[in-house]
């Protein structure tokens, strides 16, 4: 099987590898895939919380060449929109834009995912923030 | 807070290959097939223009011409596994001597039983094979092996009854090299009156094969798992004490005694035979040397990375093969990473059913493992020199992909993976 030169070069140059700190009540994670399955994605989100903009984003990824372009390209992406905007990010965009071949669909779902988890977690944390803010008004 | 990684470059170019005599890309996946060795093609190549007869044809020269290129390499063939002339019949390789051995016997002993023993890590030319027989009404047992891939004898006596006809178990794997006892696995099958079949693809030409000594009575060979061509194999079948008869799986014209029909493909089979006759030659001269190679990949590997996993026993197993895991990075990324080097992986990612390697599963390694191994085939034509070049590579890829792993990450931290509750489960 031959890879996309957008696969290759995101495997050679990934993009945002790395992480942010966990505990911080800005920062999403999500955590998607399992090792038996051959894929496990972390990907990390810093939302601005005035605006809701996703200002950073890190990912690392154990998984083949497709998974690592598709989280590598996730975070690409979901930098600099808003939380809502990054949901509308869709698996088949990813597919498109690394021309995956149909084996390595389900990279692309993993990323989808991923950015969703680590949205959602992000958002689970405003929620908890958000009764202590009111009390303390 | 954020840490940034800096990931290096995958840059083969700063590895100056040809500096160092190395011409790339390098192979070294000599289990998935052998490049042909030029004398081979040599001994071949009268064989497509000038003695380009039918060796059944019996009539005139251009047959007889292509007869004694066939029967010398029967002679050649037979010499090197220790068997008679009358005992070696030609395929269109080892996938069809499979098929053909267990067929054959099959058919052949469908009133004395219905039951043939193998093992869960044969290729799939053999459980197929098997597969194909159980829909057929045959009962087969699938032994289990341990956790250094051989099959416990144990397990074999047991599984034997008065209905087993066949006992197939391959002499050496083809993904983790593994050698199983047939010597003693054919003496048990003799004292029950069982026939012993092995498929001898990834032996013959690298170890010792020895029918009459080893109590096998069908061996099946290929031609291009040892420098000879591709689309050629022959299998052996023996006359004497036991007599063993196979029906034919291919029909017309009785060809090879009646067991395999067909216009032979004389300038395969000449390549056979020579690939056969350098195999006896410098068989004990180049297991060394493949030993050697093996191991100091092994060595030069194994003391640079922590957590790399050998699979399969080291002290039975071809002389040429090493298959390592190397936790916390996958099979595909870690060949994309050396993509100047052909090996293969048991990873999901590289097999076209997404199914992890069977063949590691059975050893008890964990699926993540599975996912994470290479398998290294050294050959007649690797140095030393690539196999420096191949560690070295091996080695930055994997320390690079694990700066880029979250399961790193999480064991570095002093998480234990297996206690992990994982989405994708």
Same mark, same amino acid.
């Given at each position: ?92 965009? !990813? ?9 390595? *669909? ?32 | ?149 051989? *099959? ?63 109590? !096998? ?83 030069? *590997? ?112 002093? *998480? ?10």
């Amino acid at each position: 099987m031959s890879y996309s030169d957008k696969v290759i070069d995101h495997y050679n140059n990934p993009r945002n590898v790395g992480s942010l700190d966990k505990s911080s009540t800005d920062v999403g994670t999500g955590l998607v895939g399992a090792p038996e399955c051959g894929d496990v994605m972390k990907l990390q989100i810093k939302v601005n919380r005035e605006t809701n903009v996703i200002e950073e984003a890190k990912f690392k990824t154990f998984g083949c060449g497709s998974a690592i372009a598709s989280s590598s390209l996730a975070t690409e992406w979901v930098k600099g929109k808003t939380v809502d905007e990054a949901l509308s990010i869709k698996n088949m965009d !990813i597919v498109k834009e690394l021309s995956l071949p149909p084996v390595k *669909i389900h990279c692309s779902v993993l990323a989808e995912d991923a950015i969703r988890a680590a949205i959602g977690d992000w958002k689970k944390k405003q929620d908890i923030a958000k009764p202590v803010a009111a009390e303390a008004k | 807070m954020s840490t940034d990684v800096k990931i290096p470059q995958a840059a083969p170019e700063t590895h100056s290959a040809t500096a160092k005599g190395i011409k790339l890309p390098i192979y070294m996946d000599n289990h998935a097939t052998t490049p042909m060795d030029p004398r081979v093609l040599e001994e071949m190549l009268p064989y497509f223009m000038e003695k380009f007869g039918n060796s059944a044809s019996r009539n005139h020269s251009f047959g007889w011409a292509a007869e004694e290129g066939v029967e010398t390499a029967r002679e050649r063939i037979a010499k090197l596994i220790g068997a008679t002339t009358k005992e070696v019949i030609f395929t269109s390789g080892a996938t069809e001597s499979d098929n053909l051995a267990i067929k054959g016997v099959a058919e052949m002993y469908r009133e004395k039983g219905n039951h043939i023993i193998t093992a869960v890590t044969e290729h799939k030319a053999v459980l197929d094979t098997c597969k194909r027989l159980e829909k057929y009404g045959y009962r087969v047992t699938y032994l289990p092996v341990q956790k250094d891939g051989l *099959i416990d004898l144990d397990d074999l006596k047991r599984a034997m009854d008065d209905k087993t006809i066949l006992v197939t178990i391959m002499y050496a794997n083809n993904e983790i090299g593994v050698l199983q006892p047939v010597a003693e696995i054919g003496k048990l099958c003799h004292e029950k009156g069982v026939i012993f079949h092995t498929d001898a693809t990834q032996a013959v030409g690298k170890v010792p094969v020895d029918v009459i000594k080893q109590n !096998i009575d069908l061996a099946s060979i290929s031609g291009h798992k040892m420098y000879g061509p591709k689309g050629v194999g022959a299998l052996y079948v023996r006359r004497k004490n036991p007599r063993v008869q196979i029906s034919a799986i291919i029909d017309g014209g009785g060809h090879e005694r009646g067991m395999r029909s067909g216009t032979l493909n004389v300038p395969g089979i000449v390549g056979l035979g020579k690939a056969c006759a350098i195999a006896l030659e410098e068989m004990p001269k180049e297991s060394c040397h493949l030993a050697g190679l093996r191991n100091r990949l092994k060595d030069r *590997i194994m003391g640079k990375l922590d957590e790399a996993y050998i699979n399969g026993s080291m002290e039975h197993r071809l002389p040429g093969n090493l298959n390592i895991s190397f936790a916390y990075v996958e099979g595909e990324s870690l060949l994309m990473g050396i993509n100047d080097i052909a090996v293969s992986s048991g990873s999901a990612c590289t097999s076209a059913t997404l199914e992890p390697s069977y063949v590691l599963k059975a050893l008890g390694t964990g699926d993540d493992l599975a996912h994470s191994s290479i398998r290294f085939g050294f050959g007649r034509f690797n140095t030393e020199a690539e196999v420096d070049y191949v560690a070295d590579r091996v080695i930055e890829t994997v320390e690079r992909l694990r700066e880029l792993s979250p399961l790193y990450e999480m064991a570095k931290e002093g *998480i234990n993976l297996k206690d992990v509750k994982w989405a994708g489960e």
